[in-house]
Nanobody, 113 residues
Framework: QVQLVESGGGLVQPGGSLRLSCVVS????????MGWYRQAPGKQREFVAY???????NYAGSVKGRFTISRDNVKNTVYLQMNSLTAEDTAVYYC???????WGQGTQVTVSS
């Protein structure tokens, strides 16, 4: 059974940084395209970034240049480094395994002074 467990969320001031982690078990992680999505209160879940097995990355326009997705195939972990955070980045962040279509439980990111 595929499991994804996110961590690293929290409260941060505007302009600050956070790094999210998502540990994956139960799948051949190195072969999978992995992604991050987010859902703000009252809004639909939206795409943030993905990284494929070869390391190719793609980002939503709203986060390009501020967020960086990466992966460690030894640790079966995908990361999301978030810099220059603003209140508009406040949301629950979810990781997704595109091969299995499984999601993590989400981690809350709140950007507020």
């Amino acid at each position: 059974q595929v499991q994804l467990v996110e961590s690293g969320g929290g409260l941060v001031q505007p302009g600050g940084s956070l790094r999210l982690s998502c540990v994956v078990s139960g799948s051949i992680f190195s072969r999978n395209t992995m992604g991050w999505y987010r859902q703000a209160p009252g809004k639909q879940r939206e795409f943030v970034a993905y990284i494929n097995s070869g390391g190719f990355t793609n980002y939503a326009g709203s986060v390009k240049g501020r967020f960086t997705i990466s992966r460690d195939n030894v640790k079966n972990t995908v990361y999301l480094q978030m810099n220059s955070l603003t209140a508009e980045d406040t949301a629950v962040y979810y990781c997704k395994d595109f091969r299995s279509d499984y999601w993590g439980q989400g981690t809350q990111v709140t950007v507020s002074s």
